[in-house]
């Protein structure tokens, strides 16, 4: 028998985050295509960004025909040789587009394998040596956050730092509650740190 759920952040109700969870303004409009495996995830980090940004929408799926990239000038946020930092889109002043590919590092490939038109989109990546604070995944290399730290990161530097650090709270509720249920032992020998 499954435990009873928050309708909001999907979490089970003895850990609901939405007492967390900001509710922020932004400029940039964000579009998070999560890939279908990540969105049942119990870490799925994706949502808390989508319920902490007014300006951002969560699509579910593979394919993605109907995708808004002409009203506004759209970016994709993922690392790339074309990629250019981040930084160099602030302070335009006009409005914009940050699309954000959700799941591993494999299932994001995937979605821009199969979205052509996502993957012509010019690329802009985040500054170098960036740690995550994601302590229960192992990162595949330096520089690779969660969705929810990848956001926080960019908003941030397009609209003023530590604007949207607030996003960041629920992320680290759930990481620590993970922990709190694994148990100091548990997480020791599997991720190779203390708590």
Known sequence: MSRPQCPRCQRPLSHCLCSLIPCLDSHTHVLILQHPDESSH???TARLAAL???NCELRVGEVF???PLDDVPSYLLFPGDDAVP?????GHGAALRLIVPDGTWRK????????????????VALPPGLESRYRLRK????????TVEAITVA??????AGRFDALLRPFEALIEGQIKAMGEGVYQRNHGVSA
């Open 42 to 44: 119990a870490l799925n």
């Open 52 to 54: 902490g940004l007014r």
């Open 65 to 67: 025909d109907d995708l």
């Open 86 to 90: 981040v930084a160099n889109l602030a």
């Open 108 to 123: 994001a490939r995937k979605l821009l394998y199969l979205n052509p038109r996502l993957a012509a989109l010019p690329r």
């Open 139 to 146: 990162a595949p290399a330096s520089g690779a956050l969660s």
């Open 155 to 160: 908003l941030n530097i397009l609209e003023g």
